[in-house]
């Protein structure tokens, strides 16, 4: 049986889009109103252990979201689509690449994690590790993402979204699996199109972290700077993420 998904668009490009670790399948609402039906069909799917898949039994790993979302592919009849990804969805997206390189038409990485995964320094693998169980971590982990500049009531309601869209065992499985899974060295020279959105704001996800890794790796990859925007562009600048994420699937 797929993940469970919605649909949006009647379009014939297709489009499946996986959300980052502090989401689920609605983690892109903002910007579906955003988005041209009559263009594009976009499948937003759940993880295991996240939204409607939370009692879902899985090993919560990369390889595991791939064949996920080959499978809801399959389902959809969809031979070939388009990806989006957003944070360890970004991911995520490369690995269902390696997996279907025939498949997959391009790519859109919004605040990417890389193919080689994110280090961390003590401090911050603590940071981190503890959101599992702690609120006032990931409370701290999207302030910081986002440049320390948002309103605290949209940074609580964040929070509180993403602890009741997921389990804690899936939310701490899921941060090794992005964090310490290395498939680099199958994504170097890809010739897919791959367009990559950071937010100028973002202090995890820098532009300086995009050209070392993706834009290195990816002979036609592109970086957009987004403007007003953090690691959460889906909230912090809708309209202008639905246009810059349409322009690159259109050309």
Known sequence: ????????????????????WFGDQHAFTPVEAMLTGSEFSYAFMDYRGYGGMKDVAGA?????????????????????FSLIGHSMGGMAIQRVLTRA?????????ITPVPASGSPFDDA??????????????RYAIIDFTTGNRLAPTWINQMVANSIASSTKNAFAAYLVAWAKTDFSAEVKGL??????IVGEHDQA??????????????????LEIMKNAGHVPMHET????????????RA
């Open 205 to 222: 996800i820098t532009q300086d972290a995009m050209k070392a890794t993706y834009l290195a790796w990816y002979p036609n990859a592109t």
């Open 191 to 196: 010739p897919h199109p791959v367009h990559v």
């Open 60 to 80: 919560f790993t990369m390889d595991e979201i791939a064949a996920d979302t080959l499978a809801l592919a399959d389902a959809l009849g969809w031979r070939e």
């Open 101 to 109: 390189p025939s498949r997959v038409k391009k790519l859109v990485a």
């Open 238 to 249: 809708p309209v202008a993420l639905a246009t810059s994420i349409e322009k690159f699937l």
């Open 124 to 137: 911050g693998w603590a940071l981190f590790s503890g959101a599992a169980e702690n609120p006032a971590n």
């Open 1 to 20: 049986m797929a993940n469970t998904h919605h649909l949006t668009g009647t379009g014939p490009h297709k489009v499946i889009a996986l959300h980052g």
